[in-house]
């Protein structure tokens, strides 16, 4: 029977019988041959591997051969394996053509079916292949390490902020740890000269200096000088439906998702603390808080400018500009809906809870926007609640719908048909106030399929076909009144588009109607140009508007007094956070004395105190501790005139000879 060596690599082939079995024997002195062979590629490949991981010191020690140990092994004990004893009966495995079998020896052996001579030399061919692999791999890995290693010894040493050992040139230098992103942009090499090369230091932007030489018009707000209590201004600037057309509104808005990249951009400025952003359909604003209201300003418009690609000069006579109280007075009434286009909307209510959501995972939104914005959340809930603001209120997406059935022939939407581009909350506001008004067939147009279908599901009562973006211009053209909600940022209906599409029919006068109520703008102005096409946007919504505000005057009378309370509590808020250094320090000191006085006196008792007389001496202590300091801390945190506050502060931090080094000791006990 043929036989083959399972210690051997290399074979003698002698052909037997007329069938061209081959026998397969081992040459002499190979296994002794093969172990040599293979304890050199060992020791190449430890070396080289060793050379990889000196190199490369972060990679953590793992198996070499993770995931494939197995089969690694298998190809190694090919080579090392010098004779197997049999302990198990003969098995038989197929592979292919060929047919192996290992019967009961002394020696182990296998069987190989009869091949041909093209398989037996494509058989040699490949395990002549894996035999140069097998031995060049680890002189790879080892000429390789060695490269690394001649690289790195011979590459410039450079001098960063963390190498205290190369900054022995007497320069002294310090970091900004401002809450930016901060980054060497340059590595200076050892030696150099630190005061010109580019360390970890970020930069401030710096605005165009044509800036300079705009002068906004600041109006000095009336009531508590916001300086005084927290030597910073609270700021808003932007731009409103009520000013400033939908063209300019449109190239400054920021969609929801870019807010917290616009508030990275803006605390780059250097007089901007804090920054957050509220842009909408109506409006686009933003809120700041400066150390200087004339230079914050001029960062933010020159940060608008930048967005826009419009100059200051162009933004300026649509721009307004509301400082401290006047600020706060904007974003209480914004958050109520008293500034909306359509007075008492609830939907400027979610926006202003959106600008604290993202304002609070986003770098530069500090704690008096923070503060700010939640009052406003407050004062918007209150309002809504405790007067008739809200009652029958409208938003811009019913205002559309009623604008659209005001300008159809009879005012009625029998046998129109309608159609609706975007799935989200306008889109559904819209489908909400249609149907009220007994418009059930329509057709909605989105991007993606889920979401037009939780609209579907959630108004059972509508008839209501869906269709994908890619059939947009069918859609348009075999509707009426096409109302234009989307998200994009750019035009989807040209002129060209629907210039080619059959005229509507008379009982919608051959006219099509488009109610572009996105900002940016989903719909060419040329539209205007053809004479079957019209197109109205956000500023047409007025006409519905100027009725909605005569009935709603009364509530906002009212709600203007309830805001009024809130103003007074985010300023007490303010007024007391500037008391808070003073109370940790005095809370400190008292601590401190009462901790030292109660060691003296348990060092004067017996040593044979009950826990229970030691936590009667604690609480003694303690309770007399807080009851001196009840009045003072009620003084540091009234929230009455702003002199007697700050005139407070200062007797007592001289009463009690408060300063900073008990507050910093306070810290290093703890």
Not at 54 to 75: C, D, E, I, R, Y
Not at 221 to 250: N, Q
Not at 572 to 596: C, H
Request: charged content about 20%; glycine content about 6%; aromatic content about 4%.
């Amino acid at each position: 029977m043929p036989s083959v060596s399972l210690c051997s690599s290399q074979y003698d082939y002698q052909t037997l019988g007329s069938v061209g079995d081959a026998m397969v024997t081992p040459r002499s002195n190979t296994c002794q041959a093969l172990t040599v062979q293979a304890a050199a590629m060992t020791v190449l490949g430890m070396a080289g591997w060793g050379l990889v991981f000196m190199t490369f010191p972060s990679v953590a020690p793992t198996t070499l051969f993770a995931g494939n140990g197995v089969q690694q092994a298998q190809t190694l004990s090919r080579a090392t394996t010098m004779r197997m004893p049999t302990v198990a009966p003969p098995t038989r495995v197929a592979l292919g053509a060929t047919r192996f079998e290992a019967p009961v020896h002394e020696q182990q052996t296998a069987t190989v079916a009869p091949v041909g001579l093209m398989q037996r030399s494509s058989a040699a061919a490949t395990y002549a292949a894996s035999e140069v692999l097998l031995m060049l791999s680890p002189m790879v890995l080892a000429l390789t390490g060695l490269w690394y290693a001649w690289k790195r010894s011979t590459a410039p040493r450079m001098a960063f902020a963390g190498n205290a050992g190369q900054l022995s040139q007497g320069k002294s230098w310090t970091i900004d740890m401002s809450p930016t992103v901060m980054h060497a942009k340059v590595a200076a090499p050892a030696g150099a000269d630190l005061s010109t090369a580019g360390v970890a230091i970020p930069e401030t932007v710096v605005r165009c200096p044509t800036l300079d030489n705009f002068h906004p018009e600041l109006v000095t707000p009336e009531g508590k000088d916001y300086r005084a209590i927290s030597k910073l201004h609270v700021m808003v600037v932007g731009v409103s439906v009520h000013s400033t057309p939908v063209e300019i509104r449109e190239k400054l808005a920021v969609a929801k998702e870019d807010w917290p990249v616009a508030i990275e951009q803006l605390v780059q400025y250097s007089h901007i603390q804090e920054a957050g952003v509220l842009s909408t359909c109506n409006r686009m604003e933003i809120y700041v808080v400066a150390s200087d209201p004339k230079e914050g300003v001029r960062d933010v418009v020159g940060w608008m400018a930048q967005k826009s690609g419009l100059s200051h000069e162009e933004l300026s006579p649509y721009l307004f500009l509301r400082q401290d109280g006047d600020a706060v007075d904007h974003v209480l009434q914004v958050s109520a809906g008293l500034d909306s286009l359509i007075m008492g909307e609830g939907q400027i209510l979610s926006q202003v809870k959106s600008v604290h959501q993202v304002g609070s995972e986003a770098k530069g939104f500090g704690q008096y926007l923070s503060a700010l914005f939640m009052q406003a959340i407050t004062a918007g809930k209150r309002v809504r609640s405790e007067t008739s603001i809200a009652t029958g209120a409208v938003s811009v997406s019913s205002a559309a719908a009623e604008l659209a059935q005001m300008k159809l022939p009879g005012n009625t939407w029998e046998n129109v048909r309608v159609s609706i581009i975007g799935a989200g909350k306008m889109s559904k506001l819209l489908v909400k106030h249609l149907v009220s008004k007994g418009c059930t067939k329509m057709t909605i147009v989105n991007r993606s399929m889920p979401r037009a279908q939780e609209l579907q599901e959630e108004f059972p009562m509508a008839d209501m076909t869906i269709k994908l973006s890619p059939d947009l211009m069918s859609v348009v053209a075999d509707s009426d009144v096409i109302f234009v909600a989307s998200s994009s940022t750019e035009i989807l209906i040209h002129k060209e588009d629907v210039a080619s599409m059959p005229a509507p029919p008379a009982n919608v006068g051959g006219m099509r109607r488009f109610f572009d109520i996105s900002v940016p703008r989903n719909t060419s102005t040329e539209l205007n140009e053809l004479e079957n096409a019209h197109v109205f946007n956000v500023d047409d919504l007025k006409e519905v508007v100027e009725a909605n505000k005569e009935a709603r005057k009364e509530a906002a009378e009212a709600a203007l007094v309830l805001l009024k309370d809130e103003k007074a509590s985010f300023e007490g808020w303010m007024t007391a956070l500037q008391a808070v250094p003073t109370i940790k320090r005095l809370r400190g000191k008292a601590e401190a004395i009462r901790v030292m006085e109660l060691e003296k006196a348990k060092n004067k008792l017996s040593d044979d105190l009950t826990p229970k007389q030691l936590k009667t001496l604690e609480d003694l202590s303690r309770g007399i501790m807080n009851k001196m300091l009840h009045a003072p801390m009620q003084a540091l945190r009234g929230d009455e005139d702003l002199e007697a506050h700050l005139g407070n502060i200062t007797v007592l931090s001289r009463v009690f000879n408060l300063t900073e080094e008990d507050e910093k000791m306070q810290k290093r006990k703890k």
